[in-house]
């Protein structure tokens, strides 16, 4: 069983930060790639930044320049640092990790850029 706790969510003002934290815990061997998703009302969840297990990583072109994606291996921790918040980067952020050929996901935490 594998357990994944998310957080750092919360309001923030068009321009401002925010960084969320994902711990995976649990029957944990290797994790291949750690990554987050988010999903605002009404549409499908995208893949929002994604990094292996070497480091290698991967954004979406609409959060690329503004967010980073790191780890840490010795935690079983992802973490999405946001930066220049824009009100269209309003959703649940989700993350997933997969170990072998599973994927986990977490509970989910709001983020919300508004004046």
């Known amino acids: 069983q594998v357990q994944l706790v998310e957080s750092g969510g919360g309001l923030v003002q068009p321009g401002g930060s925010l960084r969320l934290s994902c711990a995976a815990s649990?029957?944990?061997?290797?994790?291949?790639?750690m990554g987050w998703y988010r999903q605002a009302p009404g549409k499908e969840r995208e893949l929002v930044a994604r990094?292996?297990?070497?480091?290698?990583?991967y954004y979406a072109d609409s959060v690329k320049g503004r967010f980073t994606i790191s780890r840490d291996n010795a935690k079983n921790t992802v973490y999405l640092q946001m930066n220049s918040l824009k009100p269209e980067d309003t959703a649940v952020y989700y993350c997933?990790?997969?170990?072998?050929?599973?994927?986990?996901w977490g509970q989910g935490t709001q983020v919300t850029v508004s004046s």
């Open positions: 997933k990790i997969d170990i072998l050929a599973s994927g986990y």
């Open positions: 649990g029957s944990i061997a290797t994790i291949n790639r």
């Open positions: 990094i292996t297990s070497s480091g290698s990583t």
